[in-house]
């Protein structure tokens, strides 16, 4: 690791030196470099002209050291206009997608396209040399690599969970943009910069070498050239330091750029850091009763499939009440994540979301982005599954939470904002929050990581927690505290809750009522000890049937279900498990099956047309 960045360190010399030079060129010149003495007219090297003088007598070594500062002081004007434009527009584009960014990168494309010397030729023609038309005329050329690249990468995270969980928490494009996207997205635009730097040298030179450029007398390397041409010959000393110079920076520029894109070292600025769209229903929906925060009706997901379209989810109603425990269960791919998590905009931009859903009283199908950012993060919480996901590898937790304090509203000066970020990893249960509030997402493990999640998502004190997976991957002694946890915080804030999970016998630990989902529809629900100890449906006997029971003889096989999961709702025209019940008569091939209650005004409800809990009764 050293002897790389002493590497490093060595190919930037060249480039750091004559930084340094230009800046420093007040100080370190000995004359004045537009000064002219003729009497001293193309004097060789000596102690009072270390490099000579031109045809004028002025001192090339001023000349030089003047023409570092104005070379490279017109290089990072058109590096800093060129990334910062580029990357923006890049990082907006990848974002937004759509239309938006198929238009940017069309253009992108054209601008690559064009050779940029000419670009250059053509703007100054036009304009007229000068610094100002110079830096405008590179730039105009410049932007695009950058702009491609930042898109590239922004589009690539365009659909990460972690991002998924910023806009639940409030966060608008413009911070999302900022603060999270265009931070990774400088990485590899700034080793681009480097490699560039050597080529808008040699651009802003050759400029001034065919007289576009730096008009004179200012000393400028590539008018210094042209300047020496005639005199190659008889006085070798004005010619060759600057492009020696020109030859170094250009170098240097593109081996340090190499070394950075290989992955030797890494920008240490990069160390600082759609809602989908939906319709609403027609029909009118009854106002909950005020023990309800969620009822859901009549929800449906729909995703475009070609020229047709595919429901995932089809007419699931559900309700959680204060203080209680909903859990969704199924197998991989039943469509429980997309029930749990599609009344709050947190699926793909292009579903499609159709019924209703009631916070309280506030229809959450059909709101914009700015009313679901001001119900996201604040009165509705989610865990997300995977925390390596969700959080941002280049911020710490502290970070982390802060940005969800501040978003719910609660945060005002840093530390005071950081007091509450610690109180709220204390109350999820990690140890010394001031010291975890300074660790990056990788030093933690996954269960202090979850922790760190259920922190943020308790940021706006909500009223609905909704939890995705939030033990998978996890051991059982992890998933057991995790679970009691989320219990504990059950009882203690008095919030509704949503868990999603595959798994019965973990749910049971804390679910109050069972949702068992199987291609994209509920087929049994109810409190879930009668679920667990009297399940009705024969999918939610298998679920049950396939968890390990202590006490079972070794060498016993688990007992299992056959065939592959469901797939979507309108798959089949009668019952989606039919394939795979043992149960399965001629009728459930063609009949759909409605979740009715298993007796009169019974909570218990199955989606069977026979009935195993009556076919056990005969």
């Known amino acids: 690791m050293n002897r790389g960045r002493g590497r490093t360190a060595l190919i930037a010399i060249p480039l750091v030196a004559f930084v340094v030079a230009g800046v420093l060129a007040p100080l370190l010149a000995p004359a004045d470099p537009t000064a002219n003495d003729l009497a001293a007219s193309l004097a060789p090297p000596s102690a009072g002209h270390p490099l000579g003088t031109d045809q004028l007598g002025r001192d090339q070594l001023s000349r030089l050291l003047y023409g570092a500062r104005i070379s490279l002081g017109i290089t990072a004007a058109v590096l800093a206009i060129s990334l910062t434009a580029g990357a923006v527009v890049g990082a907006m584009a990848g974002y937004l997608g759509g239309w938006v960014d198929r238009a940017v990168s069309r253009v992108i494309d054209v601008v690559v396209s064009l050779p940029g010397m000419l670009v250059a030729l053509a703007v100054i023609g036009v304009r007229g040399p000068g610094v100002d038309n110079l830096v405008l005329a590179l730039s105009l050329w410049s932007w695009a690599p950058y702009a491609r690249i930042a898109r590239a990468r922004v589009a690539g995270m365009r659909g990460s969970p972690h991002l998924d969980a910023l806009r639940l928490l409030g966060a608008g494009r413009g911070r999302i943009v900022g603060r999270h996207l265009l931070p990774p997205a400088l990485a590899p635009c700034l080793v681009y910069a480097s490699t560039d730097v050597g080529t808008v040298v040699l651009s802003v030179a050759t400029l001034s070498f065919l007289g576009l450029g730096v008009a004179p007398p200012y000393a400028e390397w590539g008018q210094m050239l042209i300047e020496g041409r005639p005199f190659l010959a008889s006085a070798w000393w004005l010619a060759y330091p600057p492009g020696i110079a020109i030859t170094a920076v250009v170098f240097a520029s593109n081996l340090l750029g190499e070394r950075l894109a290989a992955g030797a070292e890494r920008p240490s600025i990069l160390r600082l850091v759609r809602p989908g769209r939906i319709r609403r229903t027609t029909e ?97 919480g989610v865990v997300f599954q995977d925390s390596g996901a969700f959080l941002n590898p280049l911020r710490t937790i502290g970070a982390h939470v802060d940005e969800a304090v501040r978003n719910a509203g609660r945060g005002g000066r840093r530390a005071a904002t950081r007091r509450v970020s610690e109180e709220l990893l204390r109350l999820a249960g990690l140890p010394d929050p001031p ?71 973990v749910v049971s630990r804390v679910a109050d009522t069972v949702a068992v989902v199987y291609a994209g529809r509920i087929v049994e629900s109810g409190p879930a000890s009668t679920v667990i100890n009297n399940p009705d449906h024969p999918y939610t006997r298998g679920l049950l049937d396939a968890v390990p029971r202590p006490g079972t003889a070794p060498g016993t096989r688990f007992r299992t279900m056959p065939g592959l999961a469901g797939g979507g709702p309108d798959d089949l025209d009668g019952c989606a498990f039919a394939p795979r019940c043992a149960l399965r008569e001629d009728n459930c091939a063609h009949q759909p099956p409605a979740l009715e209650p298993l007796f009169p005004a019974s909570a218990h409800r199955s989606a069977c047309l026979r009935r195993p809990s009556r076919e056990e009764s005969c």
């Open 284 to 380: 009118p929906v009854a106002s909950p009763d005020p023990g309800t925060v969620l009822r859901v009706r009549g929800l449906s997901v729909t995703y475009p499939d070609g020229s047709a379209s595919r429901r995932v989810v089809a007419e699931v109603s559900y309700e959680v009440r204060r203080g209680q425990v909903l859990a969704f269960v199924g197998e991989t791919g039943s469509g429980k994540t997309t029930a749990a998590l599609a009344p709050f905009g947190l699926l793909d931009p292009i579903a499609v979301v159709t019924g209703s859903a009631l916070l309280d009283t506030r229809e959450l199908v059909g709101l914009g982005p700015g009313e679901r950012r001001r119900i996201n993060g604040r009165r509705v």
């Open 435 to 505: 010291a975890v509030a300074r660790e990056f997402p990788h030093q933690l493990s996954g269960g202090m990581r979850q922790r760190a999640q259920i922190a943020m998502a308790l940021a706006g004190e909500p009223e609905l927690l909704v939890a995705d997976e939030p033990t998978s991957a996890l051991d059982v002694t992890v998933q057991a505290q995790l679970l009691d946890l989320l219990a504990r915080l059950r009882d203690e804030l008095g919030m509704a809750m949503i868990i999603v999970s595959h798994d019965l016998a």
